[in-house]
Each structure stands twice: as C-alpha cells, then as structure tokens.
C-alpha cells in the first residue's frame, strides 16, 4: 500500500498534465521501484491514480521493456546483447549466467537475488560487453568478472 | 472536391476523403485489413498499398497506403502497378506466416476477410519455413470463443473495443510479433457491444462461441432481411438458420439505422427460439393438442361466453399481429388495448407523439452534446453506443438517472435523482434555459449551461422509466433547447401501438375486467400475470377471468396460467413490421420454417375470428397495420417513415389528460435496475442470461441513520401485491431513497418506477 | 581544436551551477536572450546545423516549418532517447554536462517561443537523468529556469521524463505517445509534430546534441561555427567508434573528420591479428562502408554520396575473424525485438529474415536464399509505417550485397566457414 505521503505525491505529479494517463510511466516506476514488481495491488494503485483500467496498464507494462509484471530478483542485471556487445562475447556471458544462476533468462534466481535478462544497447559500447545491474553500469564483462558480479549479488541479497 | 485516376479510372471525390473511401463510393474495391468505415483509418495492415505516380521530374514512384492519403485533384495512382502488386502480396505472404491455415476447422471460414483477400491478393502458396509464433488463448466469457494464433495484428477489435465503445478491459498487450489482444485476466468481456468483435475482426481470432456449440458452415445458413425484436431500436439483422432451427444472428447494415453493429442482447437473445421450454404446442385445459383443435375449443367458448371478451396485445409484437387483435375485439364488440400498463401507455403515447424529428443514431452520433434520462443503455443498448460517440468526439455528456447507469462514467454532469424527482428537474431545466435566472441548484444551472451553449444538442428519454409526465416535461425541455429529441420505447414495436390506441385503452380493458363486464381475455405476446408493467392490477383480476387465451412464443408466467395456448413462430419464423423509436417502419421476413406448425399471430388471430364466424378480420387487420404507411414496408429495403398524419392522431392521444404518478408513500421509491441482456426474450437465452448482474436491492451508502446495515444482508421487501426477499447491494450511484429492483422484484412487489415500497434488513 | 560540446568532460564529477557558471557557462543564454528568435533563426540557417539524433533533418527549416504563428502552448521536446547501437554520445552529454544541457533548452525554448520543455531520457539513463534533474533544480533556484527566465520576462519550466524503454520511442512521434502516456507505436504523418504533437499541441522534437550546439551559435556566430569543421562539414561533432577495433571510445572533432582518422588514429585501428572488413558509419541503421572507402569525410553530404547515412555518426566496425552473417543475424535480432508491432512488413518481415539469417549460419541455407532474403527487404523497407524498418533493412540490403560470396560460401558448405555462431 502507498502511504499517504507518497499518494499525495503521485497525485500531484499526474495533475500537471492535460491528461492524467501522461503521468503513467513515472507512477509505475514509482510502483515498481517501491513493490519490487508490478503485481496486482501495484497496479490497481496506478489505476486509481491515472484513470486507466488494469487492461490498458497492462498495455503498457507489457510494451516497455524496463517495466516487469511478474516478480524479479532483488536486481535485474540486463546483459546488452546488441552489436557491439554481441561482438565482444554477450551471447556467451548470457548463456553463463544461466548457468550461474540457475534460471533461465528472465526467471528469478532460487536465492531471490537476480535475474538475468539480454536488453538493447545500453550506450556502453565502448565497454563491450557491457551490463546494467539494477541502474549500477558494468562494462567489460568476462566470464569471470561475469562471475563475481553474480556472487556480490547473491551476497548483498542474503545480507 | 476532384477527380483523381486510379489505373486510369477515374474516381470523383469529396475533400477531405480519403483514396479507400472514394474509390469504395466508386464501386472500386482497394484490398485493406485494418480500415473499417465506422473505424476509420491507421495505415497498420499496409494492405491497401497503391502506387503514387510521380506528379513532377525527377520525382520517383512510390507506394502508399489508400487509407491514409488524401485524395487530390489530378492524382494519378495504379492498384496494378507492380510495385504496388508486389507490396500487397508481400503484406499477405507475412501475415500468413504465422498463420495456423486451420481453415477447415475455423468458425470464420466463408464469411472471412482474411480468406477473402489472400484470393484477390495472391500469392497462393506459402515459402515461409520457419517457426510460427503461437499463443494461448484466453476464456473472454460464454459469448466469445478466442484463437490468437490467427491473428493477423490488424488492431481492428482493440481500435473497436477502447476507441468506439469506450471498454477498457480488452486491449493491445506485448509487442513486435508477439502483439496480444485481450484482457489483463481471463473473464467476459464487459462492453455490452462485445459481440461485434466477431465481426469486426477479419480473421478467426473472435468467433461467435454461442453458434459454435451447434454449428454450421456459413455457407449452409438460410438467411433472410429480419429486424431485432429485442428493443426499440430497429436494427438490422441477418438471422441464420440451418435444418429448422435458427442458429445465430449478425448485423445487417443499414445507415440510417444501426450503421454496421448491433448489440450482445441481439446477437445473443435469439436463443429463446431453441430453449427447451419454448412452448410449441398448443394446449387447452391442461393437455396438448392439435393447434387447430385448440382454436376450435377457444372459438367455442368465445361464442357461449356471458360476459364481453378483452384483447391485450404487446409491444414486442408486430404491427399485423396487434392489428389483428384489435380488429377481432371491434368486430366482437370487446376491448382491446396493446398496453397492459395505463401509465406505460400514457407514456408511449407521450413519447412517440414527440418523436416526429427524432435523431437516427448517426445523428445522435453527430450531436455537439447530449441529455440522457434514465438508464439507455439497458434499454436500448445502440442508443447508448450512439451517445458514446459523441462523448469520444470530446462533446459533453449529462446524464440523470435513479440506479447505476454505465454512460454515467463518461458524463461531465450526472445526477442521481429518483424516479418521481425526475419530471420536476426536467420542468426546472426548461424553465432555467427559457429564463436563465430562473432558480435552480447549482447542478442544475451548470446543466442548463451545457445544454444552452452546445451545438446540436441531442435530448434522449427511457419513456418507462419518465413516465407520460417525464416524457411531457423532457419534450418540453428538448424545445426549449432546441435539441433533437428521442426516447428509448418499452419495445421493438412499442411506436407502432402507439399507432394503433386510442388515449385510455388499457384502462378500460383494466376495469372491463375487474368488474366482470369481460370474463374472457386473449393475451397477445405480452405477460401481464408475470413480469410487465401494470402486472399489479392485472394479477387480482385473473380469478374472475373464466377464459384465459394466450398466443406466445416464450414460456411466461401468463402463458402458464393459459387456459388455452396457442405458440407462435419466433419472430424469424415469421415475417411482419416493426416500428422503431423514430417511426420508421421496418419489415422482416420468415428466416426459416420449423418441424412443428405454428402461425404468425395475424394469421392465427384471423383464424380464431374466422371459427367465430368473423369473415373480415384478416382484411381489417391490414388495413389498419399499414394504416400509417403507404405500404407495407419490404424487408431488406428502407423502412418507410410513419406519415405526419400519424402524429396528430398521437398528439391527440398524448394531449389527453394522464393520471399523475401519486406520490410515493413512505420514504423509499423503486427504480427499476435493467441491463444490456434483460428481456422477455433474451431471459431464455442461457449464455446471456449467465452474464446477468446478481438480484439484490440496491441502495445508495449512507442513508441508514446511524449505521448502513452490511452489504449483503437479507432484506425484506414489502408491496401492494406481496412481499420478497433479496440481497442488500450498496451503489452509491443510485439516487437517495431510491431502491433499485429488477423487473420480476418489481412485480412480485407489484410496484411501477416510482411507487411506494418498503424495506427492512432481516434479523 | 577547441573543445566545444565536451570542454567539460575531463572534470572527474559533472560541473555544479557554479563551476560551470565559471567556467562561461549561461553566457550563451544571456547573449540569446538579448536576441530575437527570428534573427537566431537565421544565424542556425546559415550553418547548416542538422539534426544528430539519425534523421538528419536540417534545424532551422525545422524552426521555419512551424513558423513564427503557431498558437499556444507550444512544447520543446529534447530527445536523449540513444539506443542506436553504436551510438553513446548522448550519455556523455547528459551524464558529464548537465547545465549544458538545461542551457541548450533554454535558448533554443527561447527562439522556439516555447512555454514548456520536457527532456525524454530512456530509462537505462536513469543516473543521468537524476543528475539532470539536481542541476535543474539548481538552475531555477537561481532564476534561470521557469518562471522570468534571467529577468528576461520569457518563462520556461523543464520536466525530466524518465521512459520505460525501447528503442521506438527515439522516434519523435512514438516518443511524443510514450511522452502521453500511451504505447511507444509511431503516429502517421501528416500532421506534423510542430502542427499536432503534444495533446494536439504544436511540437518540436530535437536531439540533445543538435541543441547543445545552438548557443555556441548564437554567441558566437554562424561563421565560427562553421570554420569549427574540415572536408565541408561544419561545426564540431562527438564522434563515437565501437566493435572490433583497439579503443572504443569517443572524441569531439571538426565535423568532416575522415572515417580513417576515427578508426585509426583515435580508436587505434582494427584488433590484434585482424583486418578491418567493413563498417557501419552511423550507427546499426545504416548501409557499409568498406576500407577503401576510409578516406570518405564523415559529414552528412559526403557519406551520402558514398553510398550510406550518417546517422548518429556511430561507427561499428567488424573485422576479418567474425562471420559476417553473423554480424547481419546480430544487427537484425536488434531490430526483430525492438520493433513495436504496428505494421506488417517490419513486425512480421524482419523475424521471417531472421529466419532465413539463422538457418544460413546453422548449415542449412537453401540456394534461394540470398535472393529472398533481398526481394524481402525490397518489399519491407517502402511498404513499412515509420522509418524503423527502412533503417534496420539498410544494414541488411547493404550486408547480402557486400558479403554475398560469404553467404554463398554459407550455402555451398552446408556450414559456417568461421566455425559457427559464438
């Protein structure tokens, strides 16, 4: 549930435009942020505030990419896997942490602690392979260095 | 204005229109998935590629899409170019990708676009060797079958569904190739105008889930030009029967009427013609018999009767029928009348005698604001999708009612007022916009504002729930603002009794039988022991009644407690005329012919009067049918519009003096709470009926003194005929001292929209 | 040469109000603001200045389109949208210049007349976007941004919109549906933005580093911009190189610099062992160039008539040990999951060509299939509703005609010659 505070604030920001839907994007971010995802109470929040039905939110969490509908890990680590990281192995780092992991991409690590997903070019290229882990910026991956991320993860999730 | 040439061809245009539209009025077909004309255009499908011949040097050819671009003077295009050839081909090649090709085991197959333009476009086989996308489907409710894989992600149904009849549970989910449309859940859909998605989409992914459970190859259908005979609405529709049973009903188009949609009550309420209760053989004393056996027993008493015979017709039968009715009461010296309700009657009378001007729904479509009275969209459910269109235009709505209206959620002002505030709100108004400093609340006054500033404003009335005086008060008001008028009638045929009263038929027939002076009744297609209005009076009259005849196609409580029953041919099974809110006469035809023998009700009223030795029924029920009309309006063709002659006769009928409603006694007043799926008819079709809002009482929060009692709680209702008990539901949007009740709570309470009950929470 | 855009990037934070008020900065407001729009107009006019977001649509015609008497409210949209692959200059803008940026709103709201600005950042800047917003608070804490600008009368208020992703939304009419709160789906034109954008609203839509350069112009004046760039281009330009070279990275350099000097001298040429093969000069969404094309200016007019686009002028260089039908499988994965559905031949064409891609690298192209693969690209990239799909074709169209003896090769072995994809 939002606090008051926090309801006030949403409101306010959806009032300064023509339309309340413009407001949208930045309530659910705000959800999202505070949920973790965007499950159902999320949502029925958002739509009280921005008068859209659960549906057309719906329309949009399932067309942008950084919003997620069903529960993630304690953080989102998105591999870049365009060109340039493409190029510089991000098809390998995606399969390793898989493996690292132990759940498919864009499934939740048993721990909680990550999920690991490929996302469009992050304007890192000249870090290829580069990552998002959470907002936190990572570039040139290896397996390795691959690797400990993942563990700092899981260690900062168990602490 | 211009001409531009399309292969040479030359196609006259208006400004402003589009290459698809001028070229389609040109009788030029432009291959297209995604335009729709009542939709209109998104350049999605790229279908309807033409190539735009270069104007000046140097300029190149190139393709664009006939939907989107404008036509202009001196344009050149070409549909055979092949540029043009190879884009449209292209386009049908990669919506057949992913395709599943299940043609022989899709409902659509036949009747689909999709089928239709990969003949016309080509090419004829597939190349594509890689994997198709597949989804899984959803359960959208008992009316809709959904099958995504054959989407061809032409955004027809959500551009339907959100944009023109403002839902919001059915939308656009995922992206790229993996675009999904529907619901954030599984769950009906809620949009009483749902079913259109059937025919809205081009391929198979929305079919009729109803007519798939006994289905048929579209092919295999007899058609025939029919009429709805669900509400006042008249629209069109295309009943397809198969083996003598009737298995689904489409739209018609007709412009003048119902454009290109009709509503889920008659795409779906047809299935009373197939319900294991409908009545089909004729009875008498309690046993079957042959029909004409029956009618001879009926004829028989008729003659031996002491007392005078009474004839009751209805409003959801058709003009030949009550025609006939009519014709045999005058022959037999008896009394007739088309209304079991005096005050309804008054009401229509009021109603249709207003309605000379009244707006097509592309006209209420059009107006630049509207006033709604009462809830349209239970009543008449096109009305409602007409006045969304209005609200989509950005023009502003206003609404009154007493219960829970869904347009309520779009108006910029509406009011929660109860039955019997109704007609003083609408005198006020008037009175405010004929001298604007007139008092009224502050609701009002911005209500009055609205209506004085808007541009074609457009005034709409559910004549039941006004009442003669409301309807007297909303006519009024419409002058005084120079709006367009209509009301939603009690019927689909509900105008066309009104042509045939006379000011104080139903109380006549009434009292002929309280005081005994008739002792026999012949019920034509209406239920005044069960369910209808005015069913108070008439359920204390049945024990002095020594013959009850009823002709019906439905099962009803009246029916039941026949004497003798004589079932009639559905109304597909028959052909006869309809007239609609705004006059306008509509034909319809026999669709299909039934195993079991059963007559039109002219045709079996004619009979009766024939084995009493009445000679000219038949010739006077015509006769007084087409009265109004120069003749008898075909089916399939234009209706014709009721002669001005008529409304004099209706002015007269209308200028009599009415009862007045009395004041309700006590506190609380009952308003009648209807949906999109109610009706006589439409209650026996099982997979509407499932879709139906739960019985309860409903009352506005916050009236109960010191604490509401629990939602939910047992409440016992109490009226003139009896008593009942239901559910307690809060609404805040019923109006204060307002309990909203269904129709059948109503007359087991034995209370019209505005009387008297009373209520208490059960211990 | 004289930093320009980037004389604050060596600061190893991002310059506060102050610092950057010391080092000249909100000079260049103060001069425009002393201006008038239509003479500011024309000094841009004079330059040439072009949009650097990929569409390359000169700014002033832009400006002039809308005119002087377009109602109100008017809306300035900068796009910080960057998701070309290949292209990372925007980040450095963003992330190492804030109240440069806020400056670059500022003037330009002012020759636009404009009464309110929204910065569009993608949501993977979020960072970025929050040191924007610190600095725009700061700014109008000190007057300069919102309600009489400096004193002079002229009112601008700046919102940072973070967005939810997707490469679409760098289109300007999908980025004003996101901006509304709708789905990032392109709008038809006509109309055009600067008659209908925002809510129905006259529009303009710019690149942030279009707009970092105009105040630089108006101080200083069309002739200095101009004599900023060599081989006919004009100004400077961030130059970003990525892909198989030694040292990705990016530098600002008179625009006109030759696509060897970038490669070579900055990004330290192809990598050990290897050969430069091809690259694309403005980001994914454009056609190869080839080495003996590396002498060609990278300036808008000169890459055109060599045969490509400039683009976001990001350049991404394959080298001589990768498959370059991996390298085409690898661009158009990109373009399949970014496109957003609306229109059937990029939404349904683009993943039947990936198909086809695929099935050439695993061993089992068909002798057909360079050929389909081109008569499909034909058929997508006129037919399509928005400029996505022409630009993730280019690549493609340009790749299966250079490479085509690979692709062949593909075919001929029933195998990947360079041993499979990676």
Redesign the interface.
Known sequence: MLTDDERSHLQEHVA????R??????V??FLQEKFGHLNDDA?AEASGL?G?????????V??????LRRPAGRTVL?IC????C??A?A??LLAEAERLTGAPLGDVSEDGAVTVMP??????????PAA?AG?R?VGGLDTASLGELIASLRAEAEG | MGTFYLDDQAIPFDDGDNVIEAAWAAGVAIPHFCYHPALGSVGACRLCMVELQPAGEGDRPRTLAACMLKAQDGMRLSLEAQRAVAARQSVIELVLANHPHDCPVCDAAGECHLQNMTVAVGPAYRRYEGTKRTFVNQFLGPLIWHDMDRCITCYRCVRYYQDYTLGTDLGALGSRNRVYFGRATDGPLESPFAGNLVEVCPTGVFTDKVFRRHYSRVWDLQTAPSICPHCSVGCNTLPGARAGTLRRVTHRPNQRVNEWFICDRGRFGHRYTESPQRPLRARIDGHEDELVDVLDAVSERLADAQGVVAGLGSVREDMEGNAALRSLMAAMGGWYSAHASPDLEAAIAEAAAASDAAPTLAEIADAGAALVVGDLTGQAPMMDLAVRQVVRAGHPLIVLHSVPAALAAHAVQALSLAPSELAMALTTLRRRIEKPKSRANATLKAVSETLAQAQRPVVLGVAETLGAAGCRALAQLAQAAKARLAFALPGANAFGTALLSRPGDAERVLRSVESGEADSLIVLGSDPFGSDPGAARWRATRSRLKLLVVLDCVATETARQADAFIPLAALAERAGTFVNYGGLAQGFTQVYARQETLPDPYTAVSELGHMVGLARIRRNAEILAYKYLDRPPQPGRTGIQVEPGAYTHLRASAEADFKQVASPSGRWQAALMTWYGDGPLAAFAPELSTLAPSRAACIAPGQGGKADPPEGVTVRLRGPLGELSLPLRYEPACAKDAVGLDRAAMAALGVSEGEGVEWEPQP | MEPVLSRNFHLPQPPGLAEYRAGGGYENLKAALDRRPADMIEMVDKTHLRGYGGAGFPLARKWKARGPDAPHPRYLVMNVDETEPGSFKDRQLLYRDPHQVIEAVLVTGFIEQADHAYVFVRGEYAEGARRLEQAVAEAREAGLVGHNVLGSGFDLDIDVHLSAGRYICGEETALLNALEGRRGNPRAKPPMPFEKGLWGAPTLVHNIETLCHVPYIVSRGPEWFNAQGINGGHGTKLYSVCGEVQHPGFWELPMGTTARELLYDHAGGPLEGQELVAFLPGGASTSFLLPEQLDTPMQFDAVAAAGSRFGTCGIIALGSTTCPVEFLIGINKFFARESCGFCTPCRDGLPYLQSLLERIEAGQGKPGDPDLLLELCAKIAPNSFCPFAPGAIMPLESGLKVFRDAIQDHIDRGACPYGGAR
């Open positions: 300064r435009y023509p339309e839907r413009a407001g949208a994007i930045y659910l971010q949502l921005c859209l039905s659960i549906t057309q939110l719906d329309e949009l399932t067309f942008y990419s950084l919003l998105r896997d365009s060109i340039a493409h190029l192995g098809p390998r996302h469009v070019c992050l304007g890192l290229c000249d870090r290829a998002l907002e910026e």
